[in-house]
C-alpha cells in the first residue's frame, strides 16, 4: 500500500503532464476514427471498413503513453545528484520493481476504458488489449532494466522513442525487429510466437533489473 500511496503521488506531482496521454487515447485516437469514419460517409458498415488504420493507431499512439508515465515517475534518474540522496536514504530501495509493475497496471487499466467503448463497434478489441498490455510491459521492462544500467532514465527514453517512430511511421513491415503487427497481419501463431517471447523477454529484463537493484543498495 505503501507503494501504491507513493505512486498516487508521482502522478498528482506530475500535474498538467499526467493528462497528456489521456488527451491522446481519449480524444486524438477516436478522432482519428471517426475521422476515417467520415471519409466513406459514415455507411453502415464503416466500423468494419475502418478496423485496419483503427488498429494501426492503437498501435501507433497508445502502447508509448507507458514510456511517459515512466520517464516522468522516474524522473529523480535524470539528476544524479537527487539520485544518491535517494539512495543514501534509502527512501526506494528495492521499490523501483514494484512501481514499474503499478504504472504497468494503471496504463493498462487507462486503455481497458478505451477499448472497451471500442468494442461496442469493432470486433478482436480484446486481441489488441492483449497486444498493447505486452507492448507497453515491453517498453517498461526495457526502460527499467537500462535505467539500473545506465542510471538514466532520459537514454531508455530516448531508445524506445527512436525504436517506436521508426517502426511505426518509417518502416512498418512485420519483422523480428518489429514488435508491432497489423490488422492483416493478425494470426494465432504469430499471437503466441511474438507476443509470448516478448513477454518472456520483458520477464527476464525485470528479473535482471531487479537484481542490478538489489546489488546497488546492498554495497
Not at 2 to 21: A, C, T
Not at 188 to 214: C, E, F, P, Q, T
Request: with cysteine; aromatic share 18%; net charge positive.
Amino acid at each position: 500500500m505503501d507503494n501504491l500511496r507513493l505512486l498516487y503521488f508521482e502522478f498528482k506531482n506530475m500535474r498538467w503532464k499526467y493528462f497528456v496521454p489521456l488527451i491522446i487515447i481519449y480524444i486524438m485516437v477516436p478522432l482519428l476514427s471517426i475521422r476515417y469514419a467520415a471519409t466513406i460517409n459514415f455507411v453502415s458498415d464503416a466500423a468494419t471498413l475502418i478496423v485496419p488504420p483503427v488498429y494501426t493507431d492503437f498501435e501507433r499512439y497508445i502502447p508509448i503513453i507507458a514510456v511517459w508515465y515512466f520517464t516522468l515517475c522516474f524522473r529523480e534518474y535524470s539528476n544524479q545528484g537527487a539520485l544518491e540522496l535517494v539512495k543514501a536514504y534509502g527512501v526506494k530501495q528495492k521499490s523501483d520493481l514494484i512501481k514499474t509493475i503499478f504504472i504497468w497496471l494503471h496504463t493498462v487499466a487507462l486503455v481497458g476504458v478505451l477499448l472497451i467503448g471500442y468494442s461496442f463497434y469493432m470486433d478482436n478489441m480484446f486481441v489488441m488489449f492483449v497486444k498493447i498490455m505486452i507492448q507497453m510491459l515491453f517498453y517498461l521492462s526495457f526502460q527499467y532494466f537500462v535505467v539500473k544500467v545506465t542510471n538514466s532514465v532520459l537514454v531508455p527514453a530516448i531508445i524506445i522513442t527512436t525504436y517506436h517512430l521508426i517502426f511505426n511511421f518509417v518502416y512498418t513491415k512485420i519483422s523480428i525487429w518489429n514488435i508491432f503487427i497489423y490488422y492483416n497481419e493478425i494470426t494465432k501463431s504469430v499471437l503466441l510466437n511474438k507476443y509470448g517471447l516478448l513477454a518472456l523477454m520483458s520477464l527476464a529484463m525485470l528479473i535482471v533489473g531487479m537484481n542490478i537493484d538489489r546489488k546497488s543498495y546492498d554495497e
